[in-house]
């Protein structure tokens, strides 16, 4: 079975400033899928980004950016000019290209921005 | 367009009785996905269905929980009988497919605690 792992329980960035989430996974297959979802205090999950295994080229969306490592099986999330609208809880998910469509995911990050 | 709409939002219960949650996934979308979260043991996949069928219910932690999808915009996860340990946010989420890494879109989520 797939585990994902977030080594950070919580993190705090200055406002403005740039932050990197950590995710690792394990896994023996080589089609999948990795997301990360945000979980500000009002509970909505919101898709941040995704990563398929097979591009080797880095997602992007506007402040957010991947550094995705298949080797090392490395996914992590780096966002850019932070704002205090990101202060969240942050989850790296798996999701395997072959069996079935559920998602795996990681104990979460606590994201703090300090203005 | 409507996202998955979920209800209800909270729901406090005494031991012993009948809970009905319930979730109306995305149009269109032909997977759906029930989901717990808890401080000690976070996200977990509970049930999910594709094309109103269930294909993996191996979460579903006992039988006292069931889930069924009379049609393709419904969806209901019942606890009877309700336990306080049951006490949790549940999260019905649906997505299209699986090619290309449908990212699942979640509800707001329901709000569960059993006195």
């Known amino acids: 079975a797939q585990t994902v792992t977030q080594s950070q329980p919580e993190m705090s960035v200055q406002e403005a400033e740039t932050v990197t989430l950590s995710c690792t996974y394990d896994?023996?297959?080589?089609?999948?899928?990795l997301f990360w979802y945000k979980q500000p205090p009002s509970r909505q999950m919101i898709l941040v980004i995704r990563?398929?295994?097979?591009?080797?080229q880095n997602a992007t969306e506007n402040r957010f950016s991947v550094n995705f490592q298949k080797a090392a099986k490395s996914f992590s999330l780096k966002i850019s000019d932070s704002q205090l609208g990101d202060a969240a809880m942050y989850f790296c998910a798996y999701r395997s290209g072959n069996a079935g469509n559920m998602l795996t995911f990681g104990g979460g990050t606590r994201l703090m921005v300090k203005p | 367009d409507a996202g998955v709409i979920q209800s209800p939002r909270h729901e406090v219960t005494e031991m012993g009785q009948e809970v009905t949650l319930r979730c109306k996934p995305i149009s269109g979308h032909d997977y759906l996905f029930w989901y717990r979260q808890t401080m000690m043991r976070g996200l977990e996949l509970l049930i999910y269905f594709n094309n109103n069928v269930p294909i993996d219910d191996s979460g579903m932690p006992e039988d006292r929980f069931s889930a069924k999808m009379p049609n393709a915009s419904f969806s209901t996860l019942k606890i009877q009988p309700s336990e306080p340990r049951d006490s949790a946010v549940y999260f019905c989420?649906?997505?299209?497919?699986?090619?290309?890494?449908?990212?699942?879109?979640f509800g707001d989520g329901t709000r569960l605690s059993i006195l």
């Open positions: 989420a649906s997505s299209l497919g699986t090619g290309k890494g449908q990212p699942q879109h």
């Open positions: 896994t023996s297959e080589s089609d999948y899928y």
């Open positions: 990563q398929e295994a097979y591009k080797q």
